[in-house]
């Protein structure tokens, strides 16, 4: 079979599948993503020159720390950075729509089905990094920076409650796909004091080193339980989450160095940032809902694909 039909086939399988089972988080993040971008092109028009964060302390060179040019008397500020924060926003419309049909259809084939909590703060999480980063490129004051910076900590602190806990359970000799109530509150208690502490607590100067510690923690992990456990989770989710996820560093270093930097550009590095970092939240989340799933017990994907296969295959004669 030639390559290109396998993947012409493979991409209507795709649209279908997805258009069936996820029209309307499609459609509402759609209209979310629209109605973000309109918001911020009336606020700039109507209250320019309103000086509206003035009355908060920000850093005297701020205007120049990123690529993308900073009108200080507009209301947002980097109307790019911020709109590009869209991605967090239509992500957490996602993670929480997938923890409802899980409680709904009763699916416990893994840790984060069975434990519906991991779907909802990731979702949480989100929305909480979209809240941040637009606020912090909308006014780019020096508290919103800092709870920008928290979300952050946030994002990097969920991947490795989540390898810990499966780590531990995995130490324990306990399944995955059954809620554990005392494992569960140990994650949040442990979890929750290092997210405190880094926002609050911690200098900056320590922050950063630890966050690369905890990165370090989060892949040596993952590679623990993939030799302990090897062939149960889709490595094409986790290439796709390495893959964004390195293409977000580099875009972030370009903004720093100002490389490929247009000022006046539609996209800047630092937005491509916040696309890259967001979709490798997003293709992370796909690969550990992806431990021990089984298509053949999807029935919308089985029938979309014998359906996909029948018409390609009557094209072909």
Request: overall charge positive.
């Amino acid at each position: 079979m030639h390559w290109r039909y396998r993947v012409r086939r493979q991409l209507v399988f795709l649209r279908k599948l997805f258009w069936e089972a996820y029209r309307e988080r499609i459609l509402l993040s759609l209209v979310s993503t629209i109605l973000f971008g309109t918001l911020i092109s009336i606020l700039n028009k109507v209250f320019y020159g309103s000086h509206f964060w003035d009355r908060f302390p920000l850093e005297s060179d701020i205007s120049v720390w990123f690529c993308e040019y900073t009108d200080m008397e507009r209301l947002v500020r980097q109307p790019i950075n911020t709109f590009t924060n869209f991605i967090y926003l239509i992500s957490s419309i996602f993670f929480f729509s997938k923890g409802l049909e899980d409680i709904k259809k009763k699916r416990q084939y893994n840790l984060i089905t069975a434990n519906h909590f991991y779907s909802f703060v990731l979702a949480i999480i989100s929305l909480y990094t979209f809240s941040c980063s637009s606020l912090f490129h909308s006014s780019l004051v020096s508290f919103a920076s800092n709870m920008d910076f928290s979300a952050v900590y946030s994002i990097t602190l969920f991947p490795l409650m989540y390898f810990t806990h499966r780590v531990i359970l995995d130490l324990r000799g306990k399944p995955s796909n059954v809620k554990h109530w005392n494992e569960r509150l140990m994650m949040i208690i442990i979890f929750g004091t290092a997210y405190v502490l880094l926002t609050f607590v911690i200098s900056l100067h320590y922050v950063h080193p630890i966050v690369g510690t905890f990165i370090v923690l989060i892949i040596c992990f993952g590679f623990y339980l993939e030799k302990r456990d090897p062939n149960q989770t889709n490595k094409d989710y986790l290439i796709a989450t390495a893959v964004t996820i390195i293409l977000a560093v580099i875009f972030f270093e370009f903004d720093i160095k100002k490389i490929w930097c247009d000022p006046n550009g539609l996209i800047n590095p630092h937005s491509l940032w916040h696309l890259f970092n967001g979709a490798s939240v997003f293709f992370f989340y796909l690969y550990i809902r992806s431990e021990r799933y089984k298509p053949e017990k999807d029935m919308l994907r089985s029938t979309i694909r014998e359906d996909v296969h029948a018409k390609f295959a009557i094209k072909k004669k």
